[in-house]
Nanobody, 123 residues
Framework: VQLQASGGGLVQAGGSLQLSCAAS????????MSWFRQAPGKEREFVAT????????VYSDSVKDRFTISRDNAKGTVNLQMVSLKPEDTAIYYC?????????????????WGQGTLVTVSS
């Protein structure tokens, strides 16, 4: 199983970016999918998760109302739309496939990880 994250880049504070994760449809369409991020010198933290059918989403408090996670199982993609970006959003963003149909906030619940895409928000 491979997860390929893309869409990162450099953006000014207040700007927007959309991250995309291309997954193997056969193996992830029944899995919860999530985004995590890791800033320099910090632990990996949960950002958002979406259930296998897109019916349920959960966000961390730090991104709620600014980020939107979505998925298209027919295309095998999971997106993270980010608006009103802040310098503290700067991190490497990883997509991950959960072991079950719903994701969680714990990295240990994920079977597969993408390679990460860097988001840098300048002030």
């Amino acid at each position: 199983v491979q997860l390929q994250a893309s869409g990162g880049g450099l953006v000014q504070a207040g700007g927007s970016l959309q991250l995309s994760c291309a997954a193997s449809r056969r193996t992830t369409s029944n899995n919860g999918m999530s985004w995590f991020r890791q800033a320099p010198g910090k632990e990996r933290e949960f950002v958002a998760t979406i259930s296998w059918n897109g019916g349920s989403t959960v966000y961390s408090d730090s991104v709620k109302d600014r980020f939107t996670i979505s998925r298209d199982n027919a295309k095998g993609t999971v997106n993270l739309q980010m608006v009103s970006l802040k310098p503290e959003d700067t991190a490497i963003y990883y997509c991950a496939a959960a072991r079950r149909s719903y994701g969680s906030r714990s990295p240990s619940d994920y079977a597969y990880w993408g390679q990460g895409t860097l988001v840098t928000v300048s002030s």
